[in-house]
């Protein structure tokens, strides 16, 4: 099935649903390679006001709502057994980076700091959940940094996410999901 012939919009190219992108591969390759930082641009939807549409944010911690099995998360398991500390899941230094040398040098609005709370996807949320989100004090929603962010961790590279924030997901008034 070609989804952008049910799905005007749909972005050639675009192959994976949010469980199917292939995180482990990623960070392994960008291990291999010797990558020490990685500087990760991302897509949100807005969960407060305060984030318009057009806004970035450089989030420095995730909530995990995912829950499909497929969703390679880690390295560890099938006899290995380790344990990571991801009280921080942001560098610092990357975080700085995004704050200094991006949003200020571009001139664009930006918030630092914040929680992005990674869902399943690849359905938007129930405007039921999304008032749930919003009265937990999530700040950004989006389908794919938590992973991303868990498993550099484990491979011991530095990780921030640059998100844009593209709408208010489906809790404002003025949005049409």
């Known amino acids: 099935m070609n989804a952008s012939r049910f799905c005007p919009g749909t972005v050639a190219g675009h192959r994976f649903t949010p469980t199917e992108v292939p995180f482990r591969a990623n960070i392994y390759g960008m291990k291999l390679l ?15 006001e305060k984030y318009a549409p057009l806004d970035m944010v450089i989030p420095d911690q995730f909530f995990d709502r995912t829950r499909a099995r497929a969703r390679e998360s880690t390295f560890f398991g099938d006899g290995i057994v380790a344990h990571i500390a991801f009280a921080h899941p942001v560098c610092k230094d990357v975080g700085d980076m995004f ?29 039921a959940e999304s008032n749930v989100y919003r009265s937990w004090g999530m700040d950004v929603i989006g389908m794919t940094n938590l992973q991303e962010a868990k498993l550099a961790r484990e491979a011991e590279i530095c990780y921030a996410t640059l998100a844009l924030v593209t709408d208010y997901d489906c809790w404002h008034p003025d949005t049409m999901r």
Do not use: N
């Open 34 to 48: 010797g990558v020490e930082r990685i500087l990760s641009a991302s897509a949100v939807g807005s969960l407060q």
């Open 99 to 127: 704050w200094k040398q991006s949003c200020q040098a571009a001139e664009v609005k930006a918030h630092r700091g914040g929680t992005y709370i990674c869902m399943e996807g690849p359905a938007f949320s129930t405007v």
